[in-house]
């Protein structure tokens, strides 16, 4: 009876002692997710910028500076968002592509020049089947960056290379040293290159002139070099 009555004692304390670890495994968790938590909080307190429903974030550096960049959906878009800090003030670029997607891309870095000192800038392209929806978004992306007050404050006009409609026709032989002229070109490789103070931006089709012009706005924006 008395031997019967150690083993049941035994057995209890096993009982005791496995409960005691799970227990401890469960705080150990909870303290850890506790943790990751609080450094998530943190991070959003001071960037205002990363959220737990990130599907892809990386930092970009371009060998001077560092940026935070992440992937954003919305429905069938995607698209990308650039941190930035642009005259002490955050700023966050959103366009269709990463830096890092971008860095093969042959590029005629005097570009950022041309525009600088602008009091228009016209962009333009060809009244082509080849140009379609796709086209005005690369207008509105680039107008949303040289136009906007706190960083160019440069206005954009919208232009054809040839006669359509009531549009205005301009083309690279228009670009002066205060108007420049971004045309938007058919033609391989994907490329940003200028003549004079015309800055083209070549892609095979309107995919490829947006990866062109995405690169030409981080160039501007100092993103990438």
Not at 40 to 58: E, K, M
Not at 69 to 87: A, H, L
Not at 111 to 126: G, S, Y
Not at 153 to 159: E, G, K, L, M
Request: proline residues 3%.
């Amino acid at each position: 009876m008395t031997e019967h009555k150690h083993e049941s004692h035994e057995e209890e304390s096993r009982d005791d002692s496995l409960n005691n670890r799970k227990m401890t495994i469960l705080l150990l968790c909870l303290i850890g997710a506790l943790i990751v938590f609080a450094a998530i909080v943190y991070i959003n307190q001071r960037t205002g910028f990363l959220s737990t429903s990130d599907l892809a974030y990386y930092q970009y550096s371009n060998g001077n500076d560092s940026f935070n960049v992440r992937k954003v959906m919305n429905g069938n878009y995607v698209g990308w968002q650039t941190e930035m800090y642009i005259k002490d003030f955050r700023y966050i670029l959103e366009i269709y592509n990463d830096p890092a997607s971008l860095e093969e891309i042959e590029v005629d870095r005097t570009a950022k020049n041309k525009i600088l000192d602008d009091k228009w800038v016209f962009i333009t392209w060809a009244p082509v089947p080849e140009f379609r929806q796709m086209t005005v978004f690369i207008y509105n992306d680039l107008k949303k960056v040289i136009a906007e007050p706190d960083i160019f404050n440069i206005p954009v006009a919208f232009a054809q290379t040839s006669e359509y409609k009531n549009y205005t026709v301009v083309d690279c032989k228009d670009a002066t040293e205060k108007a420049s002229v971004i045309l938007l070109k058919i033609g391989e490789p994907t490329s940003i290159s200028t003549e004079g103070n015309c800055i083209i931006l070549q892609g095979k089709d309107e995919t490829e002139i947006m990866k062109a012009a995405d690169r030409l706005l981080y160039l501007l924006l100092g993103v990438m070099r």
